[in-house]
């Protein structure tokens, strides 16, 4: 049949041309989902934190989709959703092919679309309790334009896109019909009344204080929503702007029942509200009769079409003026009797969900401090404390985190010792300013490391080559009001400073290579649970040299490494640290696994890596042992690590809580 709804075809043919312009540029493609933006929403007032990744675009795009629901019925379906377009394309090229499509019988249909509620009720459930988006796992697209990316659990995503792909081929619409999260919400909202009424009685039980878990709520959303759609299968009051047929006019040439995606007769109903309608107004573009088939009035036709448009173009205006907090946490019990002061900043380095609760979980530690939200996009933060604890300059400590940094390499004719002096340093406030830091630091290649620590302003301490630069040039180095950098994929960007020294410079002393090596060196690792259970008199610790671990790019696949040598049987714990050059120390136990099987672990050309979504997956290892090693008891390591600790006892460290540098 050929194509009429030209306008439909036009926005579906942007979406999907947006969808892979960001797929070849590695831009997020979940940049305008939805159904993310209502989960979060959901989390945000469930337990006051929005999912990583999902802002106030989606948010408002997912209240905009719920009101086109109502006025107008499921357009995102129709128009906008690139699943939907897929399958629908992947159909009509079967046709070409002279594949079959099949239909299904009506009791197997019935028993089909109970799949998509219950694929909703974990996926509202989980989401709305952890703010982490549960739908990623298994999610056909995000699966498919990420190429299968880090949240997607593999046997979830495989089966749920070929179940799409070979679905849409055979049967039309299987994915939206039978399985899509997305589909049974909306349907839920053209039941419109059980919905709100249902969320009504769930929030009076609540406020007449009945405990309820939000669980209850949606697992009678599931089990309604779908005996509605088994039994009625029709929308009674919403969509507000109906589909009507006027039978006077009609000749009953049955070519609106031929080219509806979902097979809905219309040309044996009056009013189309059938719920599997998404308004994609191909009945109507295909009606021989003028006006045999409206939308609420006579030549209203393509309606549906400016309103998503309209609908996406509200929601991205309202998304671009309004920020939503992220995450928005209460704790202690400052007292009946307190009014709480507020302070805000802004903290660069808070970007998600994930980065502000880590901060939370620094601020909380603080006596005074009873609250925080966050805004991942403008980086602000609010926290709120009682001003008779306290004062601003607590939070401003509570929330700094100390630094050290390597800054370059040494160059060829160094050999020290080093000089360190002090510079009291403003707007030196989170991790993204120390790493403007390093870069602003790198343009001279005398520079070799940094630390800070928290004061007002932030106290830094500076290592370079006497020979070559002298402190009074640093002040330059770190007052430059743009500097240039090298991003992963080589592109050169420009990072704007406003870094001032308003102290110093003040030398400090002299630090001899070694030393610095040794001080600037974060050591890592943690011991398993096993190590506590285990008979200390068999744990043995497996020493190697890893020199990679000076570089800030190797370091971070430390967890890595730590997962892949723990599926080794009797491994107790990894750690990492500095004597004469960086090691790694293994703990194993001498009863369940040897020195020879970790150093294989170690030399094996991929990390086999476990995450916490049950997902394994393989890196390149890219840890390489300097091939000299070493078998020690504990007690021995033990003694080891205090003299290294007394050696290290040097004027310039702050602090032993420091970050290490990435
Ligand atoms: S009834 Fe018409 S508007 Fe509704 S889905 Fe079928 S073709 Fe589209
Ligand atoms: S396409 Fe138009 S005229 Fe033909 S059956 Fe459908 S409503 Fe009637």
């Given amino acids: 049949m050929k194509l009429q709804n030209k306008t439909r075809l036009l926005i579906q043919l942007s979406i999907i041309v947006l969808v892979v312009i960001a797929v070849i540029r590695a831009a997020d493609v979940e940049a305008f989902c939805p159904l993310g933006g209502l989960l979060s929403l959901g989390s945000r007032f469930v337990r006051g934190s929005s999912s990583c990744q999902m802002g106030e675009t989606q948010m408002f795009l997912g209240v905009t989709l719920l009101i086109g629901v109502v006025i107008m019925g499921k357009l995102f379906c129709s128009h ?3 699943i939907g377009t897929v399958t629908e394309w992947l159909e009509r090229a079967g046709r070409k092919l002279k594949i079959q499509v099949q239909r299904i019988p009506s009791f197997l249909d019935g028993a089909l679309r109970s799949l998509k509620y219950l694929l909703l009720l974990p996926v509202l459930y989980f989401t709305v309790t952890s703010s982490e ?106 969509p507000l702007l109906k589909l009507k047929r006027d039978p006077l006019t009609c000749i009953d040439c049955k070519k609106c029942d031929k080219v509806c995606p979902y097979d809905i007769p219309v040309s044996q109903m009056d009013t189309v509200n059938h719920v599997d309608c998404t308004m994609c107004t191909d009945c109507i573009a295909v009606c021989p009769v003028k006006n045999c088939l409206t939308i609420h009035r006579k030549n209203w036709q393509r309606l549906p079409a400016i309103a998503t448009v309209v609908l996406v173009a509200l929601s991205l205006g309202f998304s671009s003026r309004y920020e939503i907090s992220t995450f928005s946490e209460r704790w202690g019990d400052p007292g009946s009797e307190v009014y709480l002061s507020s302070y805000e900043t802004v903290v660069k380095s808070v970007k998600c969900f994930g980065t502000a609760s880590g901060l939370m979980r620094k601020v909380e530690k603080q006596k005074g401090i009873y609250g925080m939200d966050a805004y991942a996009r403008s980086h602000k933060v609010v926290l709120y404390y009682n001003a008779d604890e306290i004062d601003e300059s ?180 990894l750690e990492t640290f500095y004597t004469d050059r960086p090691l790694v120390w293994i703990y194993y136990d001498i ?54 600790q007394k050696g290290i006892a040097f004027l310039g460290i702050f602090s032993d809580e420091t970050e290490q540098g990435e």
């Fill in 394 to 573: 607590v939070i401003r400590k509570a929330i700094f985190s100390p630094y050290k940094s390597r800054v370059n390499k040494f160059t060829a004719d160094f050999s020290g010792p080093l000089h360190v002096s002090y510079f009291g340093v403003s707007n030196l406030n989170d991790n993204v300013d120390n790493v403007n830091f390093v870069r602003a630091l790198s343009q001279s290649p005398y520079v070799y490391g940094f630390e800070s620590d928290f004061g007002e302003p932030v106290r830094v301490l500076i290592y370079y080559d006497p020979q070559h630069l002298k402190a009074e040039d640093i002040v330059n180095l770190i007052e430059v009001e743009k500097v240039e950098y090298k991003t992963a994929d080589g592109k050169i960007e420009q990072a704007e400073l406003n870094f001032e020294v308003e102290e110093g410079p003040e030398f400090r002393g002299e630090m001899p290579v070694s030393l610095f090596r040794q001080h600037i060196f974060s050591p890592f690792g943690r011991k398993f649970k096993e190590y506590q259970q285990a008979d200390k008199a068999n744990v043995r610790v497996f020493e190697t040299g890893l020199p990679g671990l000076e570089s800030s790019r190797i370091r971070r696949y430390l967890p890595y490494l730590m997962s892949h040598v723990s599926r080794q049987d009797g491994v107790l714990g």
């Fill in 133 to 238: 988006l549960f739908c990623k796992t298994f999610d056909p697209y995000y699966a498919a334009t990420t190429g299968f990316g880090l949240d997607v659990v593999f046997w979830y995503a495989l089966p749920a896109l070929v179940v799409t792909i070979a679905g849409s081929l055979f049967f039309r619409q299987f994915w939206c019909k039978y399985l899509c999260p997305l589909g049974a919400l909306s349907n839920l909202f053209l039941f419109i009344i059980f919905t709100l009424g249902t969320l009504a009685l769930y929030l009076i039980l609540r406020i007449a204080g009945l405990d309820i878990s939000v669980l209850w709520l949606f697992i009678l959303w599931a089990v309604g929503g779908f005996l509605l759609e088994l039994f009625y299968r029709k929308s009674p009051f919403t």
């Fill in 80 to 82: 906008i959703c690139p």
């Fill in 591 to 644: 009863s369940q696994a040897d020195s020879a099987l970790i150093s294989q672990a170690l030399a094996a050309p991929k990390m086999v890596v476990s995450f916490s979504n049950g997902e394994v997956k393989e890196f390149d290892n890219p840890f390489k042992s300097d091939g000299i090693s070493a078998v020690r008891t504990i007690e021995k390591l033990n003694s080891m690590k205090q003299n290294l």
